[in-house]
């Protein structure tokens, strides 16, 4: 049973570039949520994809932006860089989005180093 | 305002010795879950224990226990007799209105 698979693993970017993030989720999972990580910090929310729409945000620009597949796999983009965008880039899958606390299980992430 | 504060920022212990990783959180909602994950150096955080808010019954798993006290919106985590592997970064994370909310985290190392 393959567990959250992210790709890639590393990336090195320069500022102003655009990146995507791959995230195929646990099996039998239908909702992909996705976390921003930097070094020291806890996760921080950034959105969660639901049959294919964006359901939830969080306090993230519109330069982040994402897309959900009918296979249930997502990617995250990022637009025009910064180098405060560097961080570990944390995908989180679960069963579909309610109020019972689903609990997330989650990638390896990508780690993104804007330069 | 949903947070979640883990005062400690690193701990250091003995093999063998007891630790506690403090969690307060704060939320105005009646509803809701809190959570533990542990992330090793390989970066994935791993289900540690989910707790509603209805729920204050300590637990206890092995080595692990968990203690709820929402008279003073705490969720503290206890490593009994620990051990090398428990070295990792653990998150307290609030869960409500489909929102994760995480600590800034508690790095344990655990020396042999």
């Known amino acids: 049973d393959a567990g959250v698979t992210q790709s890639p693993t590393h990336l090195i970017k320069t500022r102003g570039q655009q990146v995507t993030l791959r995230c195929s989720p646990k099996s039998g999972h239908d909702t992909v949520s996705w976390y921003q990580q930097a070094l020291g910090q806890g996760p921080q929310f950034i959105f969660q994809?639901?049959?294919?729409?964006?359901?939830q945000r969080g306090n993230f620009p519109d330069r982040f932006s994402g897309h959900q597949f009918p296979n249930y796999s997502s990617e995250l983009n990022v637009n025009a860089l910064l180098l405060g965008d560097s961080a570990l880039y944390l995908c989180a899958s679960s069963l579909r989005p309610g109020t019972h606390g689903e609990k997330l299980f989650f990638g390896s992430g990508t780690q993104l180093s804007v330069l | 305002a949903q947070k979640v504060t883990q005062a400690q920022t690193e701990i250091s212990v003995v093999e063998k010795e007891d630790v506690t990783l403090d969690c307060v959180y704060e939320?105005?909602?009646?509803?809701?879950?809190l959570f533990w994950y542990k992330q090793p150096p390989s970066g994935e955080l791993v289900f540690l224990i989910r707790r509603n808010s209805f729920d204050e019954q300590n637990e206890i798993s092995g080595r692990y226990s968990w203690n709820f006290q929402k008279s003073t919106s705490s969720f503290n985590f206890t490593i009994t007799a620990s051990q090398v592997v428990d070295s990792a970064v653990y998150f307290c994370?609030?869960?409500?209105?489909?929102?994760?909310?995480f600590g800034s985290g508690t790095k344990l190392n655990v020396k042999p």
């Open positions: 994809y639901y049959e294919e729409e964006e359901r």
């Open positions: 994370a609030l869960y409500n209105f489909n929102k994760f909310y």
């Open positions: 939320t105005r909602d009646t509803t809701y879950y």
